[in-house]
């Protein structure tokens, strides 16, 4: 009964180890830098750029910016910006739905 206990202490030491191992590489130990909070920093991101970008389209209407080359930057970044969430939201969304159909 002993050897059970034994192996079960082990396994389980094993199992915290890998699991601490794994946290420590995803940043989840400190929020500051875990997966959550760069999703956030980049969602920020991609809002300011299309923020800047209506913004700038606004001026070169309203003739405040003469500048067409930038105005189409700006809105080239955004979109570039808004295509890469959407695929990283689908990508997201088709590993949950694998994870979800996995049998257990």
């Known amino acids: 009964m002993s050897q059970i206990g034994s192996l079960t202490n082990k396994a389980l030491l094993s199992h915290n180890k890998i699991i601490d191992n794994a946290n420590q590489k995803l940043g989840t130990i400190n929020p500051e830098t875990g997966f959550g909070a760069r999703m956030e920093k980049a969602l920020d991101s991609v809002a300011d750029a299309q923020n800047m970008a209506a913004k700038s389209t606004r001026n070169f209407e309203l003739g405040l910016e003469n500048d067409l080359t930038k105005v189409m930057i700006n809105q080239q970044i955004s979109s570039?910006?808004?295509?890469?969430?959407?695929?990283?939201?689908?990508?997201?969304?088709?590993?949950?739905?694998?994870?979800?159909?996995m049998p257990v």
């Open 80 to 101: 570039l910006g808004f295509q890469l969430t959407l695929n990283t939201r689908n990508k997201v969304l088709s590993a949950y739905k694998d994870i979800m159909s």
